[in-house]
């Protein structure tokens, strides 16, 4: 048998040992220095360090616990705080996905997904100096089944924080996970309530956020909570819910609504999950040791698509689109708006007015009049918003969108609108999530959202950059340099539009009969 070390050793004599030993000395006293040079914090629970990003503009902290591994008696608990660690926690890793089934585009994080999951990063312009940066937590999409935050390179923060802002990137339960109610939860449950676990887990991270982002060089007296798609759809629940209060101060939703089918009274939800547990098997009584020994795998395939959210009394008091319309949300400043084409959908004239007379109810004529269904085959095709099925699906993204701007707007606080244009070369249209490369400024070639990137691109992505980053630091997305972009009201309704060749101008009355027909559809009474 050969012993490599033995031949090292037969080399490593006389003078070439002691230049070898002198040679290691110099490489550890180097890998000591650069180690040393990686910045540590204490945060609740104990020491971190974090690593210096290569050009040296910053630092970043990953996989920070913000609350305890959501599994074993905790799955389906509300976050727990997190647990001390000794020693000093090297914070050089995202932590995983949460646990989510494959649906195609997200089989990377579904590969990597864990129900331990509640872990957050810290991107900071200035490693733990002393300052008081403005703060953005990032709420990512996927339907409340699916996606990723750090996990996703398009998450990189770091031309965000070149804008002089400390951005958190959180991770928190999706799915059956973070949504299933049952009798037997809300019966162990101090609150009297279950479900919404994932919106807690939201609320868990903001509330580490103002313990704790001081030590990173961030404000936690300002802080912007911003999310895209059911991201989007958080914040704007949140701003309904009473335990938000304090918690952010300012607010941005990137294609994202409210619409009533994205909740139920806390009754329903847990009828839903006493027949979803009965499908897997559990026993009539003592239901919940049997659900939580079963492995993640079985509750992902037994329980799709688990994601509404529940009116429970505590997490909302009220239906959160009530809230809305009475002028009873947080009273911060809002970002809202949304993509040319959030839903395109290929359905035939007869499937779309099957789908009007469903949604609309008694509006359905005079929605058949609209999109060119009543007696016709539809609208003709738009070059910016596409046929009919395209305008009809991403109608029920932007016109609820825009009816909420509306109160927002009605019960005095300050609000703005836009709608992004711009495809993502060479595509032929703005899709949903087009508009994220934009906004992080993650242009890439390759992997998720690639593209053939001009100037244009460059230069709208710093345009919306230097708007969001504006209005995390004052409330007013305006700035030198910038458009100016008007306070959406009532009686203007004044939108900017990120144009298809990354202009940027003002309009008004964004979709107006349309958002006059959700409006009707979701007036008081109706939600």
Not at 113 to 129: H, N
Not at 351 to 363: D, N, Q, S, V
Not at 491 to 519: A, E, H, I, W, Y
Request: neutral net charge; glycine residues 12%; charged residues 15%.
């Amino acid at each position: 048998m050969t012993y490599p070390l033995v031949g090292v050793s037969r080399f490593l004599t006389g003078a070439r040992l002691k230049a070898f030993v002198l040679l290691g000395l110099v490489l550890g006293a180097g890998l000591a220095k650069a180690a040393d040079s990686d910045p540590v914090v204490e945060v609740i629970g104990g020491s971190l360090r974090g690593r210096v990003l290569p050009d040296g503009h910053g630092a970043v902290f990953k996989g920070v616990p913000f609350a305890q591994p959501p599994v074993g008696a905790l799955r389906w608990h509300e976050p727990v705080p997190v647990a001390a660690w000794a020693g000093v926690r090297e914070a050089d890793k995202s932590g995983p996905p949460a646990a989510q089934a494959s649906f195609g585009w997200n089989d990377g994080a579904a590969a990597a997904s864990r129900e331990d999951c509640l872990y957050l990063d810290v991107w900071t312009p200035t490693g733990v100096a002393p300052a008081r940066h403005p703060v953005m937590v990032w709420l990512h999409g996927g339907g409340n089944v699916a996606g990723s935050g750090g996990f996703d390179p398009l998450y990189d923060g770091r031309a965000l924080i070149s804008h002089g802002v400390v951005l958190v990137v959180v991770e928190y339960r999706l799915g059956v996970f973070g949504y299933f109610a049952h009798p037997e939860l809300t019966r162990e449950s101090p609150h009297h309530v279950s479900g919404n676990y994932g919106l807690l887990d939201q609320l868990a991270a903001l509330q580490w956020v103002r313990d704790n982002i001081a030590k990173f060089g961030g404000d936690p007296g300002n802080v912007t909570l911003f999310g895209q798609s059911a991201g989007a759809i958080d914040v704007l629940a949140l701003m309904a819910s009473p335990l938000s209060h304090g918690l952010f101060h300012r607010a941005i939703a990137e294609s994202g609504m409210l619409l009533p089918v994205l909740y139920r009274p806390l009754v329903e939800s847990e009828q839903a999950g006493v027949s979803a547990a009965a499908k897997l098997k559990a026993p009539a009584s003592e239901a919940l040791p049997y659900l939580r020994a079963l492995p993640a795998a079985e509750l992902l395939k037994g329980m799709p698509g688990v994601s509404q959210l529940s009116t429970d009394g505590w997490v909302f008091p009220a239906a959160p689109l009530a809230t809305w319309a009475a002028g009873g949300t947080q009273p911060v400043p809002l970002i809202l708006g949304s993509n040319a084409v959030e839903l395109p959908s290929s359905g035939s004239p007869d499937e779309l007015r099957k789908m009007i007379g469903a949604t609309f109810g008694g509006l359905a004529p005079r929605a058949l009049e609209l999109y060119g269904l009543a007696g016709k085959d539809g609208l003709a095709p738009d070059p910016l918003y596409g046929n009919t099925g395209d305008q009809l699906g991403s109608d029920f993204f932007r016109c609820p969108a825009i009816v909420q701007t509306e109160w927002h707007s009605a019960a005095g606080h300050p609000t703005w609108a836009y709608e992004f244009q711009r495809a993502i070369p060479p595509q032929p249209r703005a899709l949903h999530s087009g508009d994220l490369p934009y906004v992080f400024g993650n242009l890439f070639s390759n992997g998720s959202l690639a593209g053939d990137y001009q100037a244009a691109d460059r230069q709208l992505s710093a345009t919306i950059q230097a708007y969001w980053t504006n209005f995390a630091r004052t409330g007013n997305p305006n700035g030198p340099g910038l458009p100016p972009w008007d306070n959406f009201d009532r009686q203007g309704r004044k939108f900017l539009v990120f144009t298809t060749t990354g202009d940027v101008m003002t309009k008004q009355n964004q979709r107006g009969p349309f958002v006059d027909l959700f409006r009707d559809l979701l007036s008081p009474g109706k939600h």
